[in-house]
């Protein structure tokens, strides 16, 4: 087109990038270093209004909802599906919801060290319903002062957890393969697991009809808490680099990698097409480790297998009984969060109030609050015998070092899990996936700390 | 003289003023799209790729080119866009190939061709999630349809969704709708002039040589333009990659099998698996020159090729 219309297309383009031009400065000014978000300031007013929770799909529930709502009358819940990818971008908006769901154990010195999640101390400080000699120690999980995790200020709640190295069994699948059931408190060794589980296994023509082990999941949390049991450690001191090649922590790699190569499970090598709880529901699994949750899963999902289900203590690799938490689930307020007054009256009613009340009566998972662990639910042998394992368990309860402020599980899980299926399938030795593992994580570590500028 | 000349003059240049106006006034909606939607993600996302910004902190440490000598030198990035090329290598052609004999096929008068048009073109309507859960459901390893005809041959369980044999499965998904190219090419066929068919009838040319000769030159510039089009969308192919990967509580970018990690599955890992987001800008950045090297590299040796009508070049005169 060259007409002489004084507007041509040179002058289009160069407005074009005029406007993208001024737009990206204009982006630059803002993104001058923050100050850190870790000191904390005071606790603001709840606002009447919205409180916008991003939550699990139907974690709370339409009466939750209500019950809140009706006792909060200034407050109306706006609920979003947890999505990790949302999350980030409403984040990065500076746009985020006002509660965010989120593992306690793998998320506060990540968004702690970002200055993005509220320094709750004011708000705990100046809190009627939750009184701190309450407070149960899986809490701690959610401190954080600037090196450790489990010192220092508090960045949020749990809602309930449970000691996720733990396990449940099918007694019937037991007694069918001639095996001894396992004293429920007295810890099985995972090799003694892995023997049961070659004899729970059923295959015919290639098909498994049965697996005896429960889906074998190589992350980090569970490396560590094999690993603790034997006397090790993944992450170091400073958090800032994994060790793999330690003789306790080969000893897990080996162990995974047998029991991956027995194929007695689902695995990183043989996904399975769903996760424990419902390929247990079908009997496709003899076993499943998850924790006390599980119980009131169970319950509320395939009451009929409460009869040949039993819970029991969580195994070890080596001669220390550590039984920690994978998750700690609870909610955490961004610091631009809109209502972060509004969304602690929530942790409050969710957490410690009537919505914890009810979730522990329901047995779905223990309680963040220790007067509410005389309402777990005991009203039938199932229950009783879950929550007898689980009382006797809680002594062995231990937070260790999953966290660092320089990735989230999720970054190190996705070289992990890709690794250990490599290895498994060229048959690779549980020292030279060690040294796979120390570059790929200490990497992901490394563009961590340069995230952070340090 | 002189005088109504200059009227004359200055009469011409502000009536093609008001045209001028006009025609970017007409096309502003679509201008300020483009900046707003297109340019400006694009400038930003460059700005990115120079940071080592996590994706949800307040700051952005610069890093220069680090990102770029990394993107460049990654193995990982390498092997993403290997296993992309090779995708294109055997889908673009298959596609447009396969559209095409579809298109010719259905445009003879055989009975029951409506029905045949629409059975071809229903994969085209379901949407691409909706299909690569479907297939993955199919190629199950315990349950799926596929491992239940093999055992009926005898034939052991496959694992279809794992190891090498994933990138088989996510062909046969992208394969699975190429379907929806027929209805161009049936609109070009239908623009090939009868008069040269028949003449080439007359003159004792066989279906090949009218083929070669008189239907392919004529629909050539929507072969190109087809050609483009699949090439840029096949380059940039993530959801049946993703999608197909093996479900679980931890489903994740990295449970997609090794075979199918693509370069956009790759981008989206660097994004909201590792918060890279410096990195993952600058793979894209990187990506957007790729793909416009492929497409000046297709326009050029395609261009030569292709037979149009009327000369591109001549402009009709408007004064």
């Given at each position: ?162 000691q996720d190295s733990m396990w449940w069994y099918d007694t019937q699948a037991w007694s069918d393969a ?70 306790e922590v080969k000893a897990v790699l080996k162990w995974f990698l047998d029991a991956t190569k027995a ?192 | ?319």
């Open positions: 087109m060259t007409q002489d219309t004084g507007v041509t297309r040179r002058t289009l383009i160069a407005g074009a990038a005029g406007i993208a031009a001024f737009a990206g400065v204009a982006t630059l000014a803002g993104c001058a270093p923050a100050a850190s978000g870790g000191a904390a300031g005071t606790a603001k007013k709840a606002k009447a209004g919205t409180v916008t929770i991003m939550a699990s799909p139907g974690e709370i529930s339409d009466q939750q909802k209500a019950d809140f709502e009706a006792s909060h009358p200034h407050l109306k819940l706006s609920l979003i599906n947890s999505d990790p990818t949302r999350a980030n971008a409403m984040l990065a908006a500076g746009n985020p919801p006002d509660l965010i769901e989120n593992s306690g154990i793998d998320v506060t010195p990540y968004y702690a060290a970002r200055g993005i999640a509220t320094n709750l101390d004011p708000y705990f400080a100046q809190s009627t319903v939750i009184k701190e000699s309450d407070i149960l120690p899986i809490n701690d999980v959610w401190k954080w002062d600037g090196s450790t995790q489990g010192k220092g200020s508090r960045y949020g709640m749990t809602k309930d957890w449970s001639g095996l001894t059931e396992p004293d429920p408190n007295k810890p099985i060794t995972y090799d003694e697991l892995l023997d049961a589980a070659r004899k729970l296994t059923k295959t015919s023509n290639g098909t498994t009809s049965q697996y005896g082990l429960y889906t074998l999941l190589p992350a980090m949390d569970i490396i560590e808490a094999m690993a603790a049991t034997n006397g090790g450690r993944v992450l170091q001191p400073g958090l800032a680099k994994v060790d793999f090649s330690s003789p194929n007695v499970s689902y695995s990183p090598t043989n996904p399975s097409p769903d996760w424990d709880g419902p390929e247990y529901f079908a009997g496709k699994q003899a076993t499943v480790q998850q924790g006390y949750w599980f119980n009131g899963y169970l319950s509320s999902t395939a009451p009929q297998l409460q009869a040949t289900t039993k819970f029991a203590a969580a195994p070890m690799l080596g001669s220390k009984r550590v039984s920690p938490s994978f998750g700690a689930v609870g909610y955490w307020i961004p610091t631009k969060a809109a209502n972060p007054g509004g969304a602690f009256e929530f942790i409050e009613w969710y957490c410690a109030g009537a919505g914890a009340k009810a979730r522990a009566e329901s047995g779905s998972g223990l309680p963040s609050i220790k007067s509410y662990l005389s309402l777990l639910p005991s009203n039938n042998a199932f229950t009783s015998q879950s929550l007898a394992v689980q009382k006797a368990e809680l002594d062995y309860q231990q937070v260790l070092p999953l966290a660092t402020p320089y990735a989230l599980a999720s970054a190190m899980n996705a070289v992990v899990t890709p690794a250990f299926a490599a290895a498994a399938t060229a048959g690779d030795s549980a020292g030279k996936l060690a040294d796979t593992l120390n570059t790929a994580v200490n990497a992901v570590l490394a563009n961590g700390k340069v995230q952070l500028g340090k | 003289m002189t005088t109504l000349t200059g009227i004359r003059r200055r009469s011409i240049r502000r009536a093609r003023q008001r045209d001028g106006l006009a025609f970017y006034g007409f096309i502003s909606p679509w201008l300020l799209g483009t900046a707003i939607l297109t340019v400006f993600p694009l400038g930003y996302a460059l700005y990115v790729s120079f940071t080592a910004w996590d994706g949800i902190s307040p700051y952005k440490p610069w890093v220069g080119l680090a990102n770029y000598a990394e993107v460049l030198t990654s193995p990982d990035t390498w092997s993403a866009l290997s296993k992309t090329l090779l995708v294109v290598v055997i889908v673009v052609p298959a596609t447009i190939i396969g559209s095409l004999v579809l298109a010719i096929w259905l445009n003879e008068k055989v009975r029951g061709r409506v029905v045949f048009r629409t059975i071809i073109f229903l994969p085209a309507i379901v949407p691409a999630v909706a299909a690569a859960l479907i297939w993955k459901v199919i190629f199950d390893k315990d349950s799926g349809s596929v491992n239940r005809i093999l055992a009926t041959f005898g034939i052991h369980p496959v694992s279809w969704v794992t190891g090498d044999n994933a990138f088989i499965t996510l062909l046969v998904v992208m394969l699975w709708g190429i379907g929806a190219g027929i209805i161009i090419y049936l609109a070009a066929l239908q623009t090939v002039d009868v008069e040269q068919l028949e003449a080439a009838k007359v003159d004792g040319a066989g279906p090949l040589t009218t083929f070669r000769h008189v239907t392919l030159p004529a629909i050539s510039p929507i072969l190109l333009f087809q050609t483009v089009l699949t090439l840029i969308t096949t380059l940039q192919v993530f959801i049946p990659a993703l999608l197909l990967a093996p479900v679980g509580v931890t489903q994740t970018v990295s449970s997609v099998p090794v075979a199918n990690r693509l370069y956009m599955v790759d981008v989206w890992s660097q994004f909201f698996q590792y918060s890279r987001y410096g990195y993952g800008s600058a793979m894209i950045i990187v990506f957007v020159i790729v793909i416009l090297i492929l497409t000046a590299v297709v326009f050029r040796v395609g261009g030569r090729s292709v037979y149009y009508a009327v000369d591109p070049d001549q402009r009709e005169d408007r004064r």
